[in-house]
């Protein structure tokens, strides 16, 4: 038999497959939807009903059973034998996602279905909760790259690592080296509590006030992999810090823990809930109460608790729990968490500190650890590395006698536990690598999503284009004096946070004035910031301007050089934005 005729009618197959799936579907979507215009499928309200395909897939069965389908059947008979439902729905509750056919172009992203924007390859990430990895866990993820997913592995701002070019017949092997190192795919993707933040250097920094390293760990022995949780409207995303200055960006996360000192109580956490960017971005709400550390888990399972009964589960464009806060407000999220959830009051407590100008929070550079050793942070061109390179960090970690390396939620990476006459050994050898401890300004301050190369949502090229925009720039300022964050993301979704950085580029096809067709581009942000209590900000958008992609760096180089010759003092560079005329940031 010919194998193009046998591809050709196993594709026909699929796409059948996928329109009868779609069909059904559709059907059982409008005859769910009669009469429940007011509705918005809270479980909470008796509304159990499903109200569009996502909610559909989820009831027929627990989506993390799909693992026994992907050992059993899917890997032995190959990528055309996963049924849609599976493929791209349920496989996410493992941390596998299709990733996009080459040569697509931007155009066709929101045209085509599914089936056609679908490569026989997976991107996987690989939980790595806080950010941590030991010596044997980052060589494990770098063999794997190396052997099983063509030398790819970029560091997300999710603090794990995801690979490209998964085949579905290496995943149980997979699955088998990545947990025999004590590492999860399980809840990496899906409508699920997500991989938890952590402050990069829990347990190390010498001002840190705790170690959140012991709650995240039981939450994740208690409640990752769970079916408590495995059901949630959408993705739940934790963070926890011990600094005293939070570095989790924990305005943007669904749940957030934040160091604080209370006069009575000792150390414990201030809890913020309901945040996050995308295309309707919301901060998260403080609730001002104090956590102590040994009911965290509690907490974090009672607001889980409220998202998964009160969250909107009718479209999946309200589906996150910033809308259900944003709805209610802090007040009524507190006394439902306290007298439906927790079954007690959680005393009232201080905020966390602010950031000042030149609290940094990426960790990046050589610092002095609390037991006298050191850490050295070190900036990847956002965050890709590869499989070799990871082999090559554990290496060097080890040869210093270090056995923890970390992720950051900037992209950066972390070698703790150096002692004091090896730091120089560390420093040299990542720079081997083309991993700086002491980069310039740009190749210190941009973060890329996934883009164009394997997102199917994307319409731009990001990884490539950040890439150039650290090479032009840090050559044409080497000398910046005051730090300048550029966030590259290739569609409207915000993976890269493109509302706060002080130069946001969100990822969409723009009109050339010279050939009059549309191009890849972006949409500009600029001025966007965190940290700062009352004076948050998502950045100023200009009507109507839109940059080309291959314009962006001498945009990133004029935009710059005006704020240098106008800045009055040490103005940062987010507050000159919204101060200065429209014809400077155009």
Same mark, same amino acid.
């Given at each position: 038999?010919?194998?193009?005729?046998?591809?050709?009618?196993?594709?026909?197959?699929?796409?059948?497959?996928?329109? %009868?799936?779609?069909?059904?579907?559709?059907?059982?979507?409008?005859?769910?939807?009669?009469?429940?215009?007011?509705?918005?499928? +809270?479980?909470?309200?008796?509304?159990?009903?499903?109200?569009?395909?996502?909610?559909?897939?989820?009831?027929?069965?627990?989506?993390?059973?799909?693992?026994?389908?992907?050992?059993?059947?899917?890997?032995?008979?190959?990528?055309?034998?996963?049924?849609?439902?599976?493929?791209?729905?349920?496989?996410?509750?493992?941390?596998?996602?299709?990733?996009?056919?080459?040569?697509?172009?931007?155009?066709?992203?929101?045209?085509?279905?599914?089936?056609?924007?679908?490569?026989?390859? #997976?991107?996987?990430?690989?939980?790595?909760?806080?950010?941590?990895?030991?010596?044997?866990?980052?060589?494990?993820?770098?063999?794997?790259?190396?052997?099983?997913?063509?030398?790819?592995?970029?560091?997300?701002?999710?603090? $794990?690592? *995801?690979?490209?070019?998964?085949?579905?017949?290496?995943?149980?092997?997979?699955?088998?080296?990545?947990?025999?190192?004590? =590492?999860?795919?399980?809840?990496?993707?899906?409508?699920?509590?997500?991989?938890?933040?952590?402050?990069?250097?829990?347990?190390?920094?010498?001002?840190?006030?705790?170690?959140?390293?012991? +709650?995240?760990?039981?939450?994740?022995?208690?409640?990752? !992999?769970?079916?408590?949780?495995?059901?949630?409207?959408?993705?739940?995303?934790?963070?926890?810090? !011990?600094?005293?200055?939070?570095?989790?960006?924990?305005?943007? *996360?669904?749940?957030? #823990?934040?160091?604080? %000192?209370?006069?009575?109580?000792?150390?414990?956490?201030?809890?913020?809930?309901?945040?996050?960017?995308?295309?309707?971005?919301?901060?998260?709400?403080?609730?001002?109460?104090?956590?102590?550390?040994?009911?965290?888990?509690?907490?974090?399972?009672?607001?889980?608790?409220?998202?998964?009964?009160?969250?909107?589960?009718?479209?999946?464009?309200?589906?996150?729990?910033?809308?259900?806060?944003?709805?209610?407000?802090?007040?009524?999220?507190?006394?439902? =968490?306290?007298?439906?959830?927790?079954?007690?009051?959680?005393?009232?407590?201080?905020?966390?500190?602010?950031?000042?100008?030149?609290?940094?929070?990426?960790?990046?550079?050589?610092?002095?650890?609390?037991?006298? $050793?050191?850490?050295?942070?070190?900036?990847?061109?956002? !965050?890709?590395?590869?499989?070799?390179?990871? =082999?090559?960090?554990?290496?060097?970690?080890?040869?210093?006698?270090?056995?923890?390396?970390?992720?950051?939620?900037?992209?950066?990476?972390?070698?703790?536990?150096?002692?004091?006459?090896?730091?120089?050994?560390?420093? $040299?050898?990542?720079?081997?690598?083309?991993?700086?401890? +002491?980069?310039?300004?740009?190749?210190?301050?941009?973060?890329?999503?996934? !883009?164009?190369?394997?997102?199917?949502?994307?319409?731009?090229?990001?990884?490539?284009?950040?890439?150039?925009?650290?090479?032009?720039?840090?050559?044409? #300022?080497?000398?910046?004096?005051?730090?300048?964050?550029?966030?590259?993301?290739?569609?409207? $979704?915000?993976?890269?946070?493109?509302?706060?950085?002080?130069?946001?580029?969100?990822?969409? =096809?723009?009109?050339?004035?010279?050939?009059?067709?549309?191009?890849?581009?972006?949409?500009?942000?600029?001025?966007?910031?965190?940290?700062?209590?009352?004076?948050?900000?998502?950045?100023?958008?200009?009507?109507?301007?839109?940059?080309?992609?291959?314009?962006?760096?001498?945009?990133?180089?004029?935009?710059?050089?005006?704020?240098?010759?106008?800045? %009055?003092?040490?103005?940062?560079?987010?507050?000159?934005?919204?101060?200065?005329?429209?014809?400077?940031?155009?």
């Amino acid at each position: 038999m010919n194998p193009d005729t046998t591809t050709t009618s196993s594709e026909a197959d699929e796409r059948r497959r996928h329109r %009868e799936e779609a069909r059904l579907i559709r059907t059982r979507e409008a005859a769910a939807r009669k009469n429940t215009a007011s509705k918005d499928g +809270q479980w909470a309200a008796g509304d159990r009903t499903p109200l569009n395909p996502n909610e559909e897939m989820k009831s027929t069965g627990d989506p993390l059973e799909v693992r026994t389908r992907i050992e059993n059947l899917y890997s032995k008979w190959g990528f055309w034998s996963i049924p849609p439902g599976d493929l791209r729905g349920r496989f996410r509750w493992w941390g596998l996602y299709t990733q996009r056919r080459p040569g697509i172009d931007g155009g066709k992203t929101a045209i085509l279905e599914p089936h056609q924007l679908d490569d026989e390859y #997976f991107m996987l990430r690989i939980r790595s909760d806080g950010g941590q990895l030991s010596v044997a866990q980052a060589r494990t993820i770098g063999e794997i790259s190396r052997d099983l997913a063509r030398d790819t592995a970029d560091v997300s701002d999710r603090q $794990n690592i *995801q690979l490209h070019w998964v085949r579905i017949e290496d995943v149980p092997d997979i699955f088998r080296r990545v947990e025999e190192v004590g =590492l999860l795919c399980a809840e990496a993707c899906g409508d699920v509590p997500r991989v938890i933040l952590g402050s990069p250097v829990a347990g190390v920094a010498k001002d840190e006030l705790i170690d959140p390293t012991p +709650q995240i760990r039981d939450i994740i022995d208690r409640h990752i !992999g769970s079916p408590e949780f495995s059901n949630l409207p959408r993705k739940f995303k934790t963070a926890f810090t !011990g600094q005293p200055i939070p570095d989790i960006l924990h305005e943007v *996360q669904d749940i957030a #823990f934040c160091a604080v %000192e209370h006069p009575e109580l000792g150390v414990g956490y201030d809890l913020w809930v309901g945040g996050g960017l995308s295309v309707n971005p919301f901060l998260g709400q403080r609730l001002g109460v104090f956590v102590k550390p040994e009911i965290a888990h509690e907490v974090w399972a009672g607001a889980a608790g409220i998202f998964r009964d009160h969250g909107y589960r009718r479209l999946r464009t309200r589906a996150r729990l910033k809308f259900l806060v944003k709805a209610w407000g802090p007040e009524k999220f507190l006394q439902v =968490l306290q007298d439906d959830y927790l079954g007690y009051e959680l005393p009232k407590g201080p905020a966390p500190r602010e950031a000042s100008r030149g609290d940094r929070g990426d960790h990046v550079g050589i610092h002095e650890q609390q037991d006298g $050793n050191w850490y050295v942070g070190v900036a990847p061109v956002a !965050g890709r590395i590869s499989g070799e390179k990871l =082999l090559e960090i554990a290496r060097i970690a080890e040869s210093v006698g270090s056995d923890r390396i970390r992720l950051t939620p900037l992209q950066k990476i972390l070698i703790l536990d150096i002692p004091e006459d090896r730091v120089s050994d560390v420093v $040299n050898g990542l720079r081997a690598l083309e991993l700086e401890s +002491q980069p310039g300004e740009f190749h210190r301050n941009v973060i890329a999503c996934t !883009g164009i190369e394997y997102c199917k949502l994307a319409i731009v090229e990001t990884k490539a284009t950040a890439r150039e925009v650290v090479k032009i720039l840090d050559d044409k #300022f080497p000398t910046l004096d005051s730090p300048i964050t550029v966030h590259v993301n290739g569609c409207p $979704n915000s993976c890269a946070r493109v509302q706060i950085a002080d130069i946001g580029f969100k990822g969409q =096809l723009v009109l050339d004035d010279e050939t009059g067709e549309q191009v890849p581009g972006f949409q500009v942000h600029l001025g966007g910031r965190l940290g700062r209590g009352d004076d948050n900000d998502f950045g100023r958008k200009i009507r109507g301007h839109k940059v080309k992609a291959d314009g962006m760096p001498e945009y990133v180089a004029r935009v710059t050089q005006n704020y240098l010759d106008t800045r %009055e003092g040490d103005e940062p560079f987010a507050d000159w934005a919204f101060r200065v005329d429209e014809e400077l940031v155009r």
